[in-house]
């Protein structure tokens, strides 16, 4: 590990924590322009892991706008145990046999509405580093239960520009992986409407990588704000909220059983609570 990963790793964990932030900031603001007498306001607690670092897990229940919202950041580091170890290799990292250690930062965020109208959201970003490697990976992708297809289109539209910024390639190849990654097999259909997702982003230019996760990360606010003010308002039936907890429950369905950053937080120690945050607050399944 040198000097200069080093500075680079502690660059990378402080823009993430910067843009969490950010959005706890405007979501606050969000819950006091729609309602100031009964605004939501996020409760605000640290997390540790045992073998190293640790985080903020920032979630706030019982709001106007949302019904439950996590905003979690964290730095953790340490040695990989057997199972994640096996991952990795499988995964194609190098030298796990012999130098487990770990390291890595991101910000990870799941909002579940109270509006039936607005939809639910997931984005995240985040640097991994190991002795023999390093990389980036996130996205963003849309969860309505009753879909507006100016909605998923003006989200897919901010997520496209933040990708062509960079590369023609990018936003075709990562909607593509997110709508194959966010797929929930045992019910034969997505979980959404997509978005984007990547992972394993080394590209050999750390500048260029990190610059390109951080273009995700800036347009999440922007792709997700004007479709929830839009929807607001809309008047919902018992018949709208029964489709939202439906929709919840393969939400649910599919963080517990395919997510790789809810098995890969839960196999490496990390609070438990900070994981499984993004679980809807009710579900319901027929």
Known sequence: MTDSM?????MAAQWFRTLRDRIVAAFEDMETRFAPAAAGRFEVTPTTRADGGGGIMSVMRGGSVFEKVGVNWSEVHGT?????????????VPGMDTDPRFWASGIS???????????AVHMNTRMFWTPGAWWFGGGADLNPCLEYPDDTAHFHGQMQRAC????????????AWADEYFFVPHRGRARGVGGIFYDDLNTGDWD?????????????????????????GTPSSEADREAQLIHRGLYAEYNLVYDRGTKFGLETGHNADAVLMSLPPIAKWI
């Open 6 to 10: 080093d500075h680079r790793k502690a």
């Open 80 to 92: 990989l145990g057997e199972k994640a170890q096996r991952a990795m290799a499988a995964r194609g």
């Open 109 to 119: 965020l799941v909002a579940h509405m109270v509006n039936p109208h607005t939809p």
């Open 164 to 175: 062509d910024a960079h590369s023609p390639d990018y936003y075709p190849r990562f909607k």
């Open 208 to 232: 260029a990588d990190f610059a390109f996760t951080k273009s995700v990360g800036e347009a999440f606010l922007p792709a997700f704000l004007p479709v929830t003010e839009r929807r607001l």
